[in-house]
């Protein structure tokens, strides 16, 4: 089902939140929707779910518009938001059957959902504890749970994995990855590696304004800038190096790399990479070069890019 938002304006005041954005999210597609503190993602994302009204503009969930058909969209849409909002006195079961009632699941289909959702969400071998009783990783699950209980089209999730240890992270990620396949999901979080492992396309807005939209490879390609490339140079001292590596033309930034002796990171403009150049001033400077290798553009120097101002 697609998430069409067309135009979306948010003022708090004379602040604009969310300046004039449109885009468009397709079925079986996960978005992952990135963004600095304040960006806008967090509004844009409760005007999506109807939890706040836009200023201007509109958002189409499966054709129906949030300003028109604002209960029908709600139908549509499953939301966990940051901070997971449980009853953690009540027990897994209790709080599904709570959450399907709330959310118009007929009577005779509400237990059929709950052993739906208790397998999906790898639940089965906690079903009968309270929610208090659970880990983060586990409290999560019955978020994710109680956002699909109604079998919603559409699923929003805001920074999911917040909180959980490596190995809840990868299950959650597994998990988000398996329902994607099936239905329209919107992810926002601050975890890069999560947005490269988890999201089939990605969405940057800074000040309220969208400023890079495209697959992980796209915006590599698109990114302006620079070669990262990692070499070892043997017998010079640490700041002779530096300083004749910084005086190579296109050379915009050297680093050294902590733990690893005589290694070096070097960022370089795309348009004149100084591989050549560095080789030769090795060969002039009687050093031995022992490691070269060039790096794909990170993703965090993209964003870096892209959000710095």
Request: contains cysteine; proline residues 4%; glycine residues 8%.
């Amino acid at each position: 089902m697609e998430v069409v938002v067309k135009n979306l304006v948010k003022r708090y005041g004379g602040y604009k939140a969310v300046d004039n954005i449109s885009f468009r999210v397709n079925k079986g597609e996960v978005l992952g929707f990135l963004g600095p503190n304040g960006a806008g993602k967090s509004t844009t994302m409760k005007i999506i779910t109807c939890y706040l009204a836009p200023s201007e503009g509109d958002v189409e969930v499966g054709g129906y518009s949030i300003l028109k058909e604002p209960e029908k969209v709600k139908q549509l849409i499953g939301y966990l938001p940051e901070n997971n909002p449980l009853y953690l006195d009540m027990p897994i079961i209790e709080y599904l059957e709570f959450s399907a009632l709330l959310q118009g699941v007929p009577r005779e289909r509400v237990q059929e959902r709950i052993r739906e959702m208790i397998r999906v969400c790898g639940l089965m071998g906690e079903k009968h504890k309270q929610i208090g009783e659970l880990s983060k990783g586990y409290r999560q699950r019955v978020g994710l749970a109680q956002a699909m209980i109604h079998d919603p089209q559409v699923l929003i999730l805001d920074e999911p994995t917040t909180g959980l240890d490596p190995n809840q992270i990868v299950e959650i990620r597994k998990l988000i990855k398996e329902i994607g396949k099936e239905k329209t999901v919107i992810l926002s979080t601050h975890n890069l590696p999560e947005v490269e492992s988890t999201c089939d396309r990605i969405l940057i807005i800074n000040k309220g304004i969208i400023v890079a939209d495209g697959t992980s490879q796209n915006l590599r390609g698109q990114a302006k800038g620079k070669e990262v490339i990692q070499v070892k140079i043997e017998d010079g001292s640490k700041a002779e190096v530096i300083a004749m590596l910084k005086s190579i033309p296109y050379i915009i930034k050297v680093d050294e790399m902590l733990g690893k002796e005589n290694c070096y990171e070097i960022q370089a403009e795309k348009m004149g990479s100084p591989k050549r150049d560095i080789f030769k001033m090795c060969v002039d400077k009687h050093w031995v070069l022992t490691e070269m290798t060039t790096f794909e553009t990170r993703l965090e120097d993209i964003f870096h890019d892209l959000t710095i101002n």
